[in-house]
């Protein structure tokens, strides 16, 4: 089965503290702001719930099978999570030997992080994987019936399905709604979608097996991880052409997730069999240092101040906390049952 990460939003201080009640000038300054991780753990079917900057986990909720891919609403009130019915497989297994898959599991389960509870499961998609939001809508691709599906997060009812090509995966959009891009592993290209049309408008030619994908935070590229070449992409969001192609380091290097930081400044990747997270100076694209953060990093987001950056590894069953500055990991969070998403939510009203 194939996999993807999950692109997280770039947050600002002023989200995190909004609806929470002013405080006095000189404790803004000094006090860090309060957030929290949520870690999705495919074999445990949970989501790990983590205060920061404290690393405290304070919950863990059952979801469903298979949570991957999540995004998190502005307000940090709800976090929207890919479940999936379809077995695990990994490199090599053959199909017809897994257990039958459970098309009843399949949706976008909804976390009230308030409750801390399930609130409900959209239907209506097969065998999500990732997602992305914006303008109150949620984009999500489906490898098995190879189309992408918008819902309405509100009602949760299917709005369109537009269809990709074979096996797609990583899903981004632009703020605005009106961009959706996919990964298409098939013929190793991004696809362009206008989300008004209801169709495709161009299709990219990336690197081999493009997986995971995320938009800068002032939206003028977009940046896709290219698995079996080895490299990360930029694609230019107003011509819609590439502009630079670089290696990503290290032995066995296989990138999967991508992030841009909040401060625009840098590019995280992180490596999956290869172990690593690698930085990247968004201006230039040139490796600025990697640092070795466990066993198959998948997911991966930075705090909304863009000074730690977090990953979760799936074989070491845990989360890694790496501070920006130096590129060294502080110290390890505990989650349970193949963590493979994190999320960065604003933490005010739970």
Known sequence: MKRSIVRIA???????????GEKPAEQQASAPAAYRLYVTNEIAGTVTVIDEPSHTVVATVQLGKRP?????????????????????????????KLPPKDPAADGIGVLNTVSLKLARILKGIANPEQLAMAQGRIYSASEETELLSTLDAASGSVLS???TGEEPEGVAVSADGKTA???VEGDDTVAVIDTAKGAIIKKIKVGDRPRSMTIAPDGAHAYVTDENGATLTEIDTKTLAVTRT????????KPMGVVVSPDSKRIYVTTG?????VAFDAATLAVQKSVAVGGRPWGVAVSPDSKLIYTANGQSDDVSVVDAATMTVVTKLKSVGRPWGVVVAPRCCG
Do not use: H
């Open 10 to 20: 770039a947050l600002g201080l002023a989200a995190l503290v909004a609806g929470c």
């Open 68 to 96: 991957r891919g999540m995004q998190a609403t502005a307000d940090g009130r709800q976090i929207f999570v890919a479940l999936s019915g379809s077995p695990i497989a990994g490199p090599g297994v053959e199909e017809d």
């Open 161 to 163: 399905t537009v269809p």
């Open 181 to 183: 891009y996919v990964t």
């Open 246 to 253: 670089v290696p990503v380091p290290g032995e066995g290097a």
């Open 273 to 277: 069999r290869g172990g690593q997270l």
